[in-house]
């Protein structure tokens, strides 16, 4: 869009930085003449080659990195083509944010972009049948949230779920008050970790299902008084053993796998588990990993592994199969 500038000689590197920005990269270069033209069709800004040429020099001596040497053209930018792609797509499958803050986030992330980026982008779109969140609060949750942990208070909202009629509704009558420690992001979905403020365990929440949200004055619990946060607590470490992010304690696991699956278990795992080969071409994986989400787990890669120990947790795949079979019996 074109802005009117007048003659203010003063603006002139900055206007010939905005061109460099919007109109060039490696595959298109400009001339100075081209620059000139650009400087009068989107400014109204008059000049000659040896201004355009002593400004471009002022900008490199900035720190800017400009190729002038078969044409013009800004080499560094803040983000390439390639990283703002993967920004875009990482807010377009976003299932925290509603349509209306995906669509204004995706044309400020192409905004950084040239006009030859706009282009590439230009299909790219929130598509209806992409589902976003329902709650309409979650930018002003996480601004809350930020703030509360910088902070180190403790924090009241109300918690959701979803009814039989689509719509979110809280799940008590009470308000939640919890101790915020940290924000993670797990299977496309933000959420807290904290501590509810009646019990010494860790406890999670779905930051999307989060709303009417308020910093207290009083001070969060200390994390000596948290048993998992006291006891060498590391992000890393905490998301591999709350995979689907249950609450509660971790236990030792143990089961025997096919090796094929060894993909699977370091995308879900990491590299925190031990293994030992057996003789019948299968291997004997340990880990820790909350006792719920674990038996979950086993359901789900339920043909390729079988849970050895714990048996309260082998016994409770067992009651989940047999009660399954049950169902489809005829």
């Not at 270069?29 to 002022?58: A, F, P, W």
């Not at 004055?217 to 689907?244: C, F, N």
Request: overall charge neutral.
């Amino acid at each position: 869009m074109a802005v009117y500038i007048g003659n203010n000689k003063k603006l002139l590197s900055l206007l010939i930085l905005e061109i460099l920005k919007q109109y060039t990269d490696d595959g298109h270069r400009l001339t100075q003449k081209e620059i000139i033209n650009l400087l009068k069709l989107n400014y109204g800004m008059e000049c000659d080659r040896r201004s355009v040429h002593n400004n471009i020099q002022i900008l490199k001596d900035f720190g800017y990195e400009i190729e002038t040497g078969r044409g013009c053209y800004l080499v560094e930018r803040e983000f390439e083509d390639a990283e703002l792609r993967m920004l875009i797509d990482s807010v377009l499958f976003s299932k925290n944010l509603s349509d209306v803050q995906a669509k204004r986030l995706i044309e400020k992330l192409k905004g950084l972009g040239n006009r030859y980026f706009h282009a590439k982008v230009s299909h790219i779109s929130t598509l209806p049948e992409l589902f976003h969140s329902d709650n309409k609060q979650v930018m002003i949750v996480l601004d809350v949230l930020n703030d509360a942990i910088e902070k180190k208070r403790k924090v009241r909202f109300t918690y959701n779920r979803y009814g039989i009629d689509f719509k979110l509704h809280a799940r008590s009558d009470k308000l939640y008050i919890v101790n915020p420690y940290q924000m993670v992001a797990n299977n496309g979905r933000y959420y807290l970790i904290g501590n509810y403020d009646s019990y010494d365990d860790v406890s999670h929440y779905r930051i999307d299902r989060i709303t009417s949200i308020e910093i207290l004055s009083e001070s969060v619990k200390p994390r000596k008084d948290v048993k998992e946060l006291s006891q060498g607590w590391t992000i890393p470490k905490h998301m591999a053993e709350h995979i689907y992010m249950y609450s509660g304690a971790c236990v030792t696991v143990k089961f025997t796998a096919d090796t094929s699956l060894m993909d699977e278990l370091v995308d879900w795992f990491g590299k925190s588990f031990r293994i030992e080969e057996d003789d019948n071409g299968k291997m004997l994986v340990t880990l820790e990993c909350n006792e719920e989400a674990m038996k979950y787990w086993a359901l789900q890669y339920g043909d390729c592994i079988e849970i050895i120990a714990p048996k309260s947790l082998r016994a409770a795949v067992k009651e989940v199969v047999e009660r399954m079979a049950k169902k489809y019996a005829d």
